[in-house]
């Protein structure tokens, strides 16, 4: 942490409890980031581990939350060549870190994540959905979101929490709208989110045959998600059907 703050003493000031000061930390940080030609990984871990122990320290839920957003919207304002390894970099330190998180501020972490999966999603829509960059980013999900080889060592919680959270943040998104469902999409676009959200299915899938137990029945709740384009809805016919059997029973009579 000292090391993170020594190299960029302004990410101490994100966890300020003057806003003033908040806000010039942060456009110092965007400054910071937004002058690099390039992202090695170990200065993104860096990087990111100073921005973790930022809202570590930060006290009160609005400026947790705003913390948590303006953190995960940062991928979005990088220069192109570092914003996969500044995810990645994310994804690493929250990994690492998940373990050592009291109760008492997981409900922050777990608002990052959630913050940080969506700023992501919208990275891929931002490049029409493919591209190298957009298969980057895929990789750097199947590697340290979701682990979806189980060979990463992704932190168990926070592959549970991925879990958890993926679809809604896929609908929120806009990813999960049908052709022709009133978005702005082509059919060209469409066809690549579809792809897209294919891709990120099966990561999911990959994970129904898991050997942790808790990580495949998340897996396959999720994936069974009705609002996925594969997703198992009962049908009307089915759930009337259903109801009529209900009434007929009246139980054994005496």
């Not at 192109?80 to 998940?98: D, E, I, K, N, T």
């Not at 994540?113 to 990275?123: H, I, M, S, T």
């Not at 891709?199 to 942790?212: E, K, T």
């Given at each position: 942490?000292?090391?993170?703050?020594?190299?960029?003493?302004?990410?101490?000031?994100?966890?300020?409890?003057?806003?003033?000061?908040?806000?010039?930390?942060?456009?110092?940080?965007?400054?910071?980031?937004?002058?690099?030609?390039?992202?090695?990984a170990?200065d993104?871990?860096?990087?990111?581990?100073?921005?973790?122990?930022?809202?570590?320290?930060?006290?009160?839920?609005r400026?947790?939350?705003?913390?948590?957003?303006?953190?995960?919207?940062?991928?979005?304002?990088?220069?192109?060549?570092?914003?996969?390894?500044?995810?990645?970099?994310?994804?690493?330190?929250?990994?690492?870190?998940?373990?050592?998180?009291?109760?008492?501020?997981?409900?922050?972490?777990?608002?990052?994540?959630?913050r940080?999966?969506?700023?992501?999603?919208?990275?891929?829509?931002?490049?029409?959905?493919?591209?190298?960059?957009?298969?980057?980013?895929?990789?750097?999900?199947?590697?340290?979101?979701?682990?979806?080889?189980?060979?990463d060592?992704?932190?168990?919680g926070?592959?549970l929490?991925?879990?958890?959270?993926?679809?809604?943040e896929?609908?929120?998104?806009?990813?999960?709208?049908?052709?022709?469902?009133g978005?702005?999409?082509?059919?060209?676009?469409?066809?690549?989110?579809?792809?897209?959200?294919?891709?990120?299915?099966?990561?999911?899938?990959?994970l129904?045959?898991?050997?942790?137990?808790?990580?495949r029945?998340?897996?396959?709740?999720s994936?069974?998600?009705?609002?996925?384009?594969?997703?198992?809805?009962?049908?009307g016919?089915?759930?009337?059907?259903?109801?009529?059997?209900?009434?007929?029973?009246?139980g054994?009579?005496?």
């Amino acid at each position: 942490m000292a090391a993170a703050e020594s190299q960029m003493p302004f990410i101490k000031n994100l966890a300020s409890s003057d806003r003033k000061l908040r806000t010039q930390s942060l456009a110092a940080l965007q400054t910071y980031l937004s002058s690099r030609t390039g992202l090695p990984a170990a200065d993104a871990l860096k990087l990111w581990t100073g921005l973790y122990y930022a809202l570590w320290m930060t006290d009160r839920p609005r400026p947790q939350q705003a913390l948590a957003a303006d953190l995960a919207n940062l991928v979005l304002d990088v220069p192109a060549a570092c914003a996969v390894p500044f995810a990645s970099g994310f994804w690493g330190v929250l990994s690492r870190q998940w373990a050592s998180i009291d109760a008492l501020r997981m409900d922050k972490f777990l608002l990052l994540v959630r913050r940080a999966f969506a700023a992501q999603v919208r990275f891929a829509r931002g490049r029409g959905w493919a591209g190298e960059q957009v298969e980057q980013m895929l990789d750097v999900w199947k590697r340290l979101a979701f682990d979806a080889d189980d060979e990463d060592g992704v932190s168990l919680g926070l592959r549970l929490h991925v879990l958890d959270l993926w679809v809604d943040e896929l609908e929120r998104e806009k990813a999960l709208g049908a052709a022709g469902d009133g978005d702005d999409d082509d059919d060209d676009d469409a066809a690549a989110r579809e792809e897209w959200v294919r891709r990120v299915g099966d990561m999911v899938d990959s994970l129904r045959a898991s050997p942790v137990k808790s990580v495949r029945n998340r897996a396959s709740e999720s994936y069974a998600d009705e609002r996925l384009p594969w997703g198992t809805r009962e049908s009307g016919d089915e759930k009337e059907q259903g109801g009529e059997e209900d009434e007929d029973w009246g139980g054994f009579e005496d």
